[in-house]
């Protein structure tokens, strides 16, 4: 009886200690944000290491080079928003980061920030243009101009805009490509929130309201996956699927849709988070693939764990959906996972698990978004 007794007081203490373990890792967003914000406001304003670092990334994945820039972006323009004191300083680093961006695709093209993979074949499409590239840089000249208008930059803004358009507006389906005959839903949301905040910002919030309901009907009907109700992750421009629902598309997909169709876009984030979310002890985390739907694990989703699924890129996406929903009891949870598996260094100016971008994405999910906010009204 009396080792039963203990063995007893044991796994009670162990339950005890388990169930209390997530408080030492729970942090306010604002708290996380800090440290992080200075460190990428450094790295973008004269900072050495900056040129390791993006060098880094594109060793693992040139994308990763250009998605460091636009969650940057995001991130800096967040707080522009919200720091009136420190917009100068974060203005500039906004600006340094496009400057950046629009030689490095005027000196290499669609194909700086492309896998190596794209140079197979053309573009369906003669013009040869990515949605990838080209609306990620449009996301980062309209969050610009969203924070704070430049007559001298408005033009160039407003053009790379058009450019989004045009290619989405040229594919029969209105897929347009990433890569050679492959449309990533990523892409089409990031490219669409784009054009949405640019009109915002310009004062003509009704001027593509046409291009985005015929985008979302085109989507229900060939993207959305008959089984989960979740946007497929990559299709053929013509709209044939070739990749099915992933959670590293579905969460920024989600969050960026918000500026297009937010009925949809919450659709999407309730069916996400049903299909994936992942919990235990007050810690958080997200699949990368539905049950009913599993993949591979590739470069970038990132390990998943065995037996509970839970899965680094999707996990680290879920926290801006999660803040972008106003879904904090999620989002508290996926923070203490953060904290405890992502192993902050120097006062959590960095997580030594990730890199430039998920530090660079991380930033955008613990800022408030007062983007949005700024298109969304009250309904934010």
Same mark, same amino acid.
């Given at each position: ?63 990763? =080079? ?8 995001? !991130?800096? /323009?967040? +707080? @522009? $928003?919200?720091?009136?004191? #420190?917009? &100068? ?13 629009q030689a490095d695709v005027a000196l290499g093209g669609m194909h700086a920030f492309l896998l190596p ?63 050679? =005959? ?8 990031? !490219?669409? /929130?784009? +054009? @949405? $905040?640019?009109?915002?910002? #310009?004062? &003509? ?10 985008w979302i009907a085109h989507a229900k009907q060939l993207v959305v996956d008959p089984g989960t109700g ?66 591979? =694990? ?13 899965? @680094?890129?999707?996990?680290?996406? #879920? ?62």
């Amino acid at each position: 009886m009396r080792i039963l007794r203990g063995l007893g007081c044991t796994l009670i203490a162990a339950a005890v200690w388990l169930s209390s373990l997530h408080w030492f890792f729970e942090r306010a967003p604002a708290a996380v944000a800090g440290p992080l914000a200075a460190r990428q406001l450094a790295l973008w304003s004269g900072d050495p290491a900056l040129e390791p670092s993006l060098a880094q990334l594109r060793r693992g994945n040139p994308e990763w =080079d250009l998605m460091a820039r636009m969650f940057a972006v995001l !991130a800096f /323009a967040n +707080i @522009a $928003l919200d720091e009136p004191l #420190a917009r &100068a300083r974060y203005l500039a680093a906004i600006d340094r980061i496009i400057e950046r961006t629009q030689a490095d695709v005027a000196l290499g093209g669609m194909h700086a920030f492309l896998l190596p993979y794209g140079r197979a074949r053309p573009f369906v499409d003669p013009a040869g243009r990515s949605i990838f590239v080209d609306g990620e840089l449009a996301l980062m000249m309209a969050a610009r101009e969203a924070v704070e208008a430049d007559p001298a930059r408005a033009e160039a803004a407003r053009a790379q805009v058009q450019l989004v358009v045009d290619q989405i507006e040229r594919a029969p389906k209105l897929l347009a490509e990433s890569y050679p =005959d492959e449309a990533w839903l990523f892409c089409h949301a990031v !490219a669409l /929130a784009a +054009i @949405a $905040l640019h009109d915002a910002s #310009a004062n &003509a919030p009704d001027r593509h309201r046409m291009l985005f309901q015929r985008w979302i009907a085109h989507a229900k009907q060939l993207v959305v996956d008959p089984g989960t109700g979740l946007l497929a992750a990559r299709t053929t421009r013509a709209g044939r699927v070739l990749e099915g629902p992933e959670g590293s598309t579905l969460w920024v997909a989600a969050t960026m849709l918000r500026l297009v169709d937010d009925d949809f876009a919450r659709e999407q984030y309730a069916r996400a988070r049903a299909a994936l979310r992942g919990s235990f002890a007050g810690f958080g985390w997200a699949r990368e693939w539905p049950a009913s739907r599993p993949g591979a =694990d590739d470069i970038d989703s990132g390990p998943t764990i065995p037996l509970v699924g839970a899965n @680094a890129g999707s996990s680290g996406l #879920a926290l801006i959906a999660a803040r972008a929903f106003g879904d904090e009891p999620f989002a508290t949870q996926l923070i203490a996972s953060l904290e405890l598996a992502g192993f902050p260094v120097e006062g959590g100016v960095h997580f030594a698990a990730g890199n430039q971008l998920a530090d660079a994405a991380m930033l955008y999910a613990v800022t408030r978004n007062a983007l949005w906010h700024r298109v969304l009204g009250g309904s934010s």
